[in-house]
């Protein structure tokens, strides 16, 4: 089973006999021309429910997600399952608008005259509702007066205020996801079946959005990457510590002695090298000369001179 898509003008689609509605925007139109965006970047999900009696189970599902795909967009896949009957499949898809759309209530539907659309134009649609039926306060133009209908909506009493910093709020109750696209098809495993065709209305978004959406999408997969990174880095110093804890008994079980002598002399030219910026240089004061000038009598002089006064 092979599930193929690809994005038609509006004159591309009435060529072809399509139901794409006649009223599409021209704008959406112009975009889909000039568009190459693939059939993988316009749905967000695909389920393919087979036949139960033949495939039950897990094995007769199959959920595709966009969230989850790492490969590049594709303009379809393919579904493979052993048989040898006919089946019959039940595809549900979920399209991915951009911005998103939400399903109204029947109330809310019933009252803006719209189905599905974006959460600013139903919330303009809802302005332009308080205006054209006068329910804006005289008093504080920031309230709405509750007429019966709006009243129903919001859970209110009829004539009451309602804020309209509220009113994004008091809509998500009547908000919810669209509903997916569903469509029966039968899988045939003799003669030559001919592919069938639907045409689907999708709202095409501007290059600029596409652009920042696949930026989007690759930063948030950028962070799985980046956990992966850290995994690696974290596993490359482990074995670098395992190796110089190897070549340390590695080399003293070769030779124990010159083994030591060599560390030995290595902490040696380690503390040489902290303790390069003192004053004094060690060798030199091990030499006799050291001590033999003017500064040592006077030195020795006030020595004795505290001790005899410590009473030592």
């Not at 340390?248 to 290595?266: C, E, M």
């Not at 303790?275 to 009598?297: H, L, T």
Request: net charge neutral; proline share 4%; aromatic share 8%.
């Amino acid at each position: 089973f092979c599930m193929c898509g690809r994005l038609l003008t509006q004159l591309e689609s009435e060529e072809a006999g399509g139901g794409l509605p006649s009223a599409a925007p021209t704008s959406a139109a112009a975009r889909a021309a000039d568009s190459d965006l693939k059939f993988t970047q316009l749905v967000k999900s695909v389920s393919i429910q087979l036949d139960a009696d033949q495939y039950p189970g897990e094995e007769g599902k199959i959920l595709w997600e966009w969230d989850k795909h790492m490969g590049d967009p594709t303009d379809g896949f393919e579904v493979k399952r052993i048989g040898s009957k006919d089946v019959n499949l039940k595809i549900s898809i979920t399209l991915d608008y951009t911005p998103n759309r939400y399903k109204l209530s029947d109330e809310l539907s019933t009252l803006l005259g719209v189905t599905v659309e974006t959460r600013p134009n139903i919330i303009a649609a809802l302005w332009q509702y308080v205006k054209l039926n006068k329910l804006q306060s005289t008093s504080d133009v920031s309230n709405i007066v509750c007429n019966e209908r709006l009243a129903q909506i919001f859970g209110e009493n009829v004539n009451s205020k309602v804020k309209m910093t509220t009113l994004a709020s008091r809509m998500l109750q009547h908000l919810s996801a669209p509903p997916p696209i569903e469509l029966d098809y039968t899988v045939r495993v003799e003669g030559n079946p001919k592919p069938e065709c639907y045409d689907i209305y999708v709202d095409v978004p501007s290059n600029s959005r596409v652009k920042l959406t696949g930026f989007l999408n690759r930063f948030e997969k950028n962070d799985e990457v980046n956990q992966l990174n850290s995994t690696i880095n974290a596993s490359i110093k482990k074995i670098q510590e395992h190796k110089k804890r190897r070549s340390f008994f590695l080399g003293f079980s070769t030779s124990p002695v010159d083994f030591v002598n060599a560390l030995i002399a290595s902490q040696s030219r380690d503390i040489k090298a902290m303790s390069a910026g003192d004053a004094q240089d060690m060798e030199f004061d091990r030499r006799s000369d050291f001590y033999k000038k003017p500064w040592v009598e006077d030195a020795v002089t006030r020595y004795l001179y505290r001790q005899q006064a410590a009473g030592l």
